[in-house]
């Protein structure tokens, strides 16, 4: 259970746009470059930042800057440009002390799997190139593993929990799942998590090497004909809070969340059963069974039909009796790896949203008749969506649960 934690905010960077309604308008269209070509960081970040920050923490403060605009945390009712104050008596606080306190139960979480490699790599490639004068040390900060969250709360103020996670691909939705433990405690009032990830060759030379990129360079997740996968990029963010919190400064809920699982799964050999036990985890409680209530499930997809047959059959041994699509946004925007759990959170929510459902694009015809696609966008009635998250060698599996 999550005591009526709520998504109030929305921010992301990704091949199909940076507003909600380019993203929506995009997933229907038939694109297969995954890069990112239009992204312009001094819109979102202060210029006198943005030499020495790699392309992934600027992804990541871009996306986190959204979310806070689109949560109103630029507005009157939100915290504008607080100057450094000692608190005795918060009975005392005057206004402006008051919002710099609220800065204090502000926190950031994201997700990434390689944050910092390519920062390394290019302080090597400095180094090689032009000795150790090459190298500023203003470019040793992108190095460390939390520096983009950390950029975050310095550009904010904030001084919240901050902190960045890797569970594998998974690591955008347990950052989210992260968040949602903090606001529990009752210490936060606002977290702003997601997951943030770049592609570059090191990477793509990586998932070659492992046999895990599509030769055809076609992204075809839960189609028989599929033969990989293809990396994308990008960050995707939301602003969590409590629903009393929200409520009370009218802030727009984009969703609520019901309750979250995650686990780790340390043989390969029972990837299906470690699933079922996070998605049923997650979907039964001592006091409700959401399974038959549930109207889409968001999926990763690899692309292999082996491991996506797996991931069917636990959805089919699940959910049979149910009405229940299933979706991945893969074909669009590619495998976000760390980002790719926060990316099918924001699919959910804009079919819960829209109440629509989009197609899978298929090449040849699905992997199982029994799973529910639709090969169009369509109206449907969505009131409780299912978000899963899953790595393809780590293990680990995160799920969370919506609704309207």
């Not at 009157?76 to 608190?87: K, L």
């Not at 699905?366 to 998250?389: C, F, G, N, Q, W």
């Amino acid at each position: 259970m999550t005591n009526n934690i709520v998504i109030t905010g929305i921010g992301f960077i990704s091949n199909i746009g940076n507003r909600v309604e380019d993203f929506w308008a995009g997933r229907v269209s038939k694109t297969q470059e995954f890069d990112i070509k239009d992204f312009d960081p001094k819109k979102f970040i202060k210029r006198k930042l943005l030499k020495p920050l790699d392309q992934i923490t600027r992804y990541c403060i871009a996306g986190c800057n959204l979310a806070l605009e689109s949560a109103g945390w630029f507005e009157e009712n939100f915290i504008n440009d607080p100057q450094d104050a000692e608190f005795v008596d918060y009975r005392s606080l005057n206004e402006k002390e008051y919002k710099l306190l609220e800065r204090s139960s502000v926190g950031i979480i994201s997700g990434s799997m390689y944050h910092g490699i390519y920062s390394i790599f290019d302080i090597k490639k400095r180094f090689y190139e032009g000795g150790i004068e090459n190298v500023s040390p203003l470019y040793f900060p992108g190095t460390v593993f939390n520096a983009s969250a950390s950029h975050v709360a310095i550009e904010h103020h904030f001084t919240g929990p901050n902190c960045t996670v890797n569970s594998g691909m998974s690591s955008g939705l347990y950052a989210i799942i992260k968040g949602v433990q903090y606001l529990n405690t009752g210490r936060t009032k606002l977290m702003i998590c997601g997951g943030a990830e770049m592609h570059f060759d090191y990477i793509s030379h990586m998932y070659h090497k492992m046999g895990l990129l599509s030769k055809t360079k076609m992204y075809s997740p839960f189609d028989i004909s599929g033969d990989g996968m293809m990396l994308g990029e990008g960050s995707c963010f939301f602003a969590l809070e409590s629903k009393k919190n929200a409520i009370s400064h009218n802030s727009k809920i984009y969703a609520e969340i019901l309750s979250y699982h995650s686990n780790h799964c340390p043989d390969k050999k029972d990837i299906e059963n470690c699933l079922y036990k996070c998605i049923i985890k997650t979907l039964r409680n001592e006091t409700c069974d959401y399974t038959n209530m549930i109207d889409l499930i968001v999926l990763d997809g690899f692309g292999n039909p082996k491991v996506d047959g797996l991931i069917s059959q636990v959805i089919d041994r699940i959910f049979k009796d149910s009405h229940a699509y299933i979706v991945s946004n893969k074909s669009t925007i590619g495998h976000t790896l760390g980002a790719s759990g926060a990316f099918n959170l924001l699919e959910g929510i804009l079919s819960l949203q829209n109440q629509e459902i989009n197609p899978m694009q298929m090449r040849e015809s699905p992997i199982s008749d029994k799973l529910r696609i639709t090969d169009m966008r369509i109206k449907h009635k969505v009131e409780y969506v299912l978000i899963t998250s899953l790595g393809l060698d780590d293990g680990n599996y995160s799920c969370i649960l919506i609704k309207k």
